[in-house]
């Protein structure tokens, strides 16, 4: 059985940082790893998202140069280092797993797994 359990949200004012981990349970072949958030009345949207093995991230524009999504395949975890942080950025944050051979584009019925989603609030 496929698990991911995120963890490392809360609460921050504004120009504060997180730092979210999500470790994957259960899936040990390649897949691409992502980050999704969503916020209260608003559709969920992709955030970050990389391939296993590969250093190749891509990241939405409204976080690019803020945040930063890693992974550590020894420890089958992706991180989410968010930096700058912004109301905007109030969201449940998710982390969601691909089994393509390639990372899909952030439409959430392209992703196999997900997380139970982990609470983001920024305060002005």
């Known amino acids: 059985q496929v698990q991911l359990v995120e963890s490392g949200g809360g609460s921050v004012q504004t120009g504060g940082s997180l730092r979210l981990s999500c470790v994957v349970s259960g899936y040990t072949n390649n897949g691409c790893l992502a980050w999704f958030r969503q916020a209260p009345g608003k559709e969920r949207e992709g955030v970050a998202r990389i391939y296993t093995g590969k250093d190749v991230p891509y990241y939405a524009d409204s976080v690019k140069g803020r945040f930063t999504i890693s992974q550590d395949n020894a420890k089958n975890a992706v991180y989410l280092q968010m930096n700058s942080l912004k109301p905007d950025d109030t969201a449940v944050y998710y982390c969601?797993?691909?089994?393509?051979?390639?990372?899909?584009?952030?439409?959430?019925?392209?992703?196999?797994?997900w997380g139970q989603g982990t609470q983001v609030t920024v305060s002005s």
């Open positions: 969601a797993v691909s089994t393509l051979q390639f990372c899909p584009s952030f439409r959430p019925q392209n992703f196999d797994y």
